[in-house]
């Protein structure tokens, strides 16, 4: 059974803002997942986050899927809208350097067998150049992360080959199920364990019977996290399984 420690909050964004101010460090590494909250956690982060002028963060991504980085389907486009105006070392995870490269983001729905194949090796490339860009980088202070319904966190979803990366901070990776079809690129769980705080997001009903199972259950991706320093913030809603 896991032992992570939770947080039952009526008000997540603001609590959220806590928790990340209270670990990251000037000049530290804060990494973000997307979903369906993180525009509202990231209001809420904003005015603490422009304390931080004159030695400023980098800020950056656990996932992304494999499409332009100016696509609504980004996890990036939203944190840098949510983002916006602020001065902070960005690092996009997915970059386009080149028309061929765009144009293979750009083709996800329905690829050919080349298109795929191409579109593979362009995950692996931009896997290894963020993997190089984040080395250089100290400390590794933060990274949000989600819960979804499936079990899957970052983009570590259930029975998919990432889960045994272990030799790598940042991979491809696909979902075996089908659910979510387009190619991801994510952080592996020796970079998820390197940060000093984790703080994993779940919200709303449909979440409760995964988070009963995180939390007194096993099984699931999230079950590879370091228990130590990684704190479950949750409403009351995704909590109602606890309770029952």
């Known amino acids: 059974m896991a032992n992570f420690t939770y947080e039952i909050t009526d008000d997540i964004p603001e609590r959220f803002a806590v928790h990340v101010n209270s670990h990251l460090p000037k000049g530290g590494l804060l990494l973000l997942s997307g979903g369906h909250t993180i525009l509202e956690l990231l209001a809420a982060l904003r005015d603490s986050l422009s304390a931080y002028h004159g030695d400023p963060l980098a800020i950056g991504q656990v996932d992304e899927r494999l499409v332009p980085s100016d696509d609504e389907r980004s996890n990036w486009y939203h944190i840098a809208n949510g983002l916006k105006d602020l001065e902070y070392i960005d690092l996009p995870m997915i970059k386009c350097h080149t028309p061929t490269e765009r144009a293979l983001l750009a083709d996800c729905d329905t690829p050919d067998r080349s298109t795929a194949e191409a579109r593979a090796t362009l995950a692996k490339g931009y896997a ?38 272990m ?14 079809p387009i190619e991801r690129v994510t952080l592996t769980f020796p970079a998820l364990n390197r940060f000093d705080f984790r703080i994993i997001v779940a919200t709303g009903q449909d979440k409760a019977t995964i988070v009963e199972r995180a939390l007194h259950g096993d099984g699931l991706p999230i079950h590879a996290l370091d228990t130590k320093n990684t704190l479950l913030l949750i409403d009351r809603a995704a909590a109602s399984a606890l309770e029952a």
Do not use: C, I
Request: aromatic share 12%.
């Open 128 to 165: 290894k150049r963020y993997e190089f860009l984040l080395a250089e980088y100290q400390p590794w202070s933060v990274v949000h992360l989600g819960l979804g319904a499936d079990g899957h966190t970052a983009s570590l979803f259930p029975n998919s080959s990432a889960l045994g990366s």
């Open 167 to 180: 030799s790598s901070f940042v991979t491809s990776n696909v979902d075996p199920s089908g659910a979510n």
